[in-house]
């Protein structure tokens, strides 16, 4: 079992940084990969990014590669998500997502077994 929970989100103006944090639970936090997604009002949720057990392999979706960061902490228990360049379409609630399937099987749409409540980052234009 493992526990998620999300902060860092906020209210920013577009073209600003955030960075979202995940604590998870657990003494068994390495050997999940992990992941970031989205929901945007009025739509499904999408994968934003990935990252493998030991944070050497990441997967981005094509709306936010170059301008978004995962990585994560091991030690700490955490994974992050560093946004640049945010424009209002990245307004959405941001989840933190935990499983056992490889980083390149979640970007395929593989479920996920754990999942945060989630964060809302607003982006003002």
């Known amino acids: 079992q493992v526990q998620l929970v999300e902060s860092g989100g906020g209210l920013v103006q577009a073209g600003g940084s955030l960075r979202l944090s995940c604590a998870a639970s657990?003494?068994?936090?390495?050997?999940?990969?992990m992941g970031w997604f989205r929901q945007a009002p009025g739509k499904e949720r999408e994968f934003v990014a990935a990252?493998?057990?030991?944070?050497?392999?990441?997967y981005y979706s094509d709306s936010v590669k170059g301008r978004f960061t995962i990585s994560r902490d091991n030690a700490g228990n955490r994974i992050y998500l560093q946004m640049n360049t945010l424009n209002p379409e990245d307004t959405a609630v941001y989840y933190c997502?935990?499983?056992?399937?490889?980083?390149?099987?979640?970007?395929?749409?593989?479920?996920?077994?754990?999942w945060g409540k989630g964060t809302l980052v607003t982006v003002s234009s």
């Open positions: 990252i493998n057990r030991s944070g050497g392999v990441t």
């Open positions: 997502a935990a499983t056992t399937a490889t980083a390149a099987m979640v970007k395929s749409g593989y479920g996920m077994d754990y």
């Open positions: 657990g003494r068994t936090f390495s050997t999940y990969t």
